[in-house]
């Protein structure tokens, strides 16, 4: 293993850590376990002697339903290891899965931020959506990407669905198109992905296409072993007792105590049902559920309150009063006295969950010495395995659940052997120390065999010449088409000194160059050509030497030929619409193979590339380091541009990457419609004018060529 030297990690994960239980929001707004996670990933990482910082990088949220601390650029861990809070998209908190249209706003904000900072040694993104931007910046950056899922798209949706009556609404609610396929690029990009479980791993990554087997690395969580210990002579009993005993008329039998976010996957009331329906489990026991903190069931969101509007039925149907309770709020702190006062009273905990990642939860538990039942799912075959402390059920199998329960409940002798042999074996399996030095151990491999980054190379203070700002426009059917509002572009922007000028086109070089002349253009300071895949500057065309030296990774194109030549529906173009970075068809829509479908195919055969649609016809495969985002931010990055100087205007679908994030975008009306799931995105103005006079709209629009100002800068 080669030895780490004082590495900075920057690890991403979006929902804004909110760690808090707050009234408004529900139990850990945020994704609960992975929060933990994160944090203590990020203080134990800070505490080994090879690691120079540790940031954890998420979202800034100001809203009064949380917390001031939310809003706090920079909060210490430790003395290594600190949160970095970055503003994007609307100011208040969001549910993930509705900050999808605000991803490449924070990429933009994470590279202005390294730009500041100094870039990290390793990238790590937590979740599908902070995979997806991770991978972006880990394509734009170089720098090695590691990436952990948590809970994976594709199998919380085939979970779901076994009993959704519409699958087209499912989509909806939890956006699982775009959220599978972030998870898809993230694996793609990722030199490592992060893994708790081995069934984590053949269950659940193994359905993705760029499911790789050699990046693929188990290293479990761990658990605070400071906080999460067994009950001594000197505990007392907690405060919450008292909110406990509120509900229940024998409040000192055993607790069957589950907690978790009111969310339909956790299957909460199918363990009501398992309760209400067996007579020995109500003599025996109370059902304690610790679902969140609320003020009233009206401020939560839509889909929890579903799940407690059932719970509140199945109560009263099966007349479950003075025998579950369900305590309006409990503080984070009280968590581990929750889990000793279940030892106290000989009880268990329970996750009925129907998908389960890994579950700290069951840790906790375990380290307290409380026995568990848990779903025969992911992340509790491990822990069980290796800590011998409870039993697995089918979480749709109530009688297999009843079982289950009435066991540990009514056998002494178990109970005591489970207790003790989950202590035993958090502290033997499932420590933090133990996971960081493992991490680390990898980490210095993947550094030793990865080129140093190009970009970190560059010096910081390098300007294009002469001007303060930059007008970056598609060429075919933006440009062209109205010959009038192009002579008036050309007299009202590209003649001033202070105003760059740039073309981006799907066109190779020569081709560009021909029209470009044959419209009477001044040549531009700035060509984007062949779909983003060449950079070239000025009139002598210099080409971009540090964009040349990466674009190739991983481009394979006689393979993307020799699978894609084969499709039906899909036509090479002439050979002057090909180039060495490019492989370029016409799509037939009515024969070919979805756009999707094409993605899966490629991936399927293990080829790393992207696909663009544009004009619903002209497809181009390129490079994963290609495309006109990632050329448009290498320009910004390597030239010291702000995004709000650059105003960027287009057409169609190659155009997509690089009218999303903090640039002015500019829609000419003229659009195909792969560019309509744009509208109503933040900085993206659609024109009412088409070709060139749309433009003229837009520069008008932003003020640009005067003191710049940005209307749409907050839709939500």
Known sequence: MTKLEQVKISLISLHGLIRAHDPELGRDADTGGQVKYVLELAAELSRHPQVREVELITRQIIDPRVGPEYGIVEEPITERAKIIRIPFGPQRYLRKELLWPYIELFVDQVLAHFKRTGLPDILHGHYADAGLAGAQLARLLHIPYVFTGHSLGRVKRERLSVNAKDLEQLDKKYHFKPRIEAEEIALETATMVVTSTNQEVDAQYAVYDHYVPGRMEVIPPGVDLHLFSPPTEAWETPAIDARIRAFLREPEKPMILAMSRPDERKNIPTLVRVFGESRELRERANLVLILGTRSDLDSLPSSQQDVFLELLTLIDMYDLYGQVAYPKWHSPNEVPDLYRLAVHRRGLFINPALTEPFGL????????????????????????????????????????????????????????????????????????????????????????????????????????????????????????????????????????????????????????????????????????????????????????????????????????????????????????????????????????????????????????????????????????????????????????????????????????????????????????????????????????????????????????????????????
């Open 361 to 716: 939860t069951l840790l906790e538990a375990a380290a307290t010495g409380l026995p568990v039942v848990a779903t025969n799912d992911g992340g509790p075959r491990d822990i069980l395995a290796n800590c011998q402390n409870g039993l697995l059920i089918d979480p749709l199998d109530q009688k297999n659940i009843e079982k289950s329960l009435l066991r540990v409940l009514t056998e002494p002798v178990p109970w005591q052997e489970w207790s003790e042999n989950g202590i035993r074996g958090v502290h033997q399996h499932y420590t933090w120390k133990q996971h960081a030095d493992r991490y680390l151990r990898d980490l210095a491999d993947i550094l030793e065999n990865s080129p140093s980054p190009v970009l970190c190379k560059l010096s910081a203070n390098r300007r294009l010449p002469s001007f303060d700002r930059l007008l970056i426009t598609d060429l075919d059917n933006t440009l062209t088409g109205d010959d009038d509002a192009l002579r008036e572009l050309v007299d009202r922007v590209c003649n001033l000194d202070y105003v760059g000028f740039g073309i981006a086109t799907g066109r190779p070089l020569k081709s560009a160059l021909e029209l470009i002349e044959s419209l009477r253009l001044p040549r531009p300071d700035l060509i984007q050509s062949d779909a983003g895949t060449q950079l070239h500057y000025g009139k002598g065309l210099a080409p971009d030497v540090s964009w040349q030296k990466q674009i190739g990774y991983a481009w394979r194109p006689d393979e993307v030929r020799s699978i894609l030549d084969a499709q039906p529906g899909l036509s090479l173009q002439p050979d002057e619409h090909q180039s060495h970075y490019k492989v370029s068809y016409l799509w037939d829509s009515k024969n070919a193979p979805s756009i999707a479908k094409i993605k899966k195919i490629l991936r399927e055969a293990g080829v790393r590339a992207k696909v663009l649609l544009s004009l619903g016809m002209y497809l181009d495969v390129i490079p994963v380091r290609g495309g006109s985002d990632l050329s448009l931010r290498h320009v910004l990055w390597k030239w010291g541009f702000s995004p709000e100087n650059v105003l960027v205007a287009g057409d169609s679908g190659n155009d997509e990457g690089m009218l999303t994030g903090r640039t002015l975008g500019v829609v000419v009306s003229n659009y195909s419609s792969e560019l309509e799931r744009l509208r109503n995105r933040p900085r993206i103005y659609f024109a009412s004018a088409p070709h060139a006079r749309g433009i003229l709209e837009g520069v008008d629009y932003y003020h640009f060529l005067d003191q710049i100002v940005i209307p749409n800068d907050h839709i939500d």
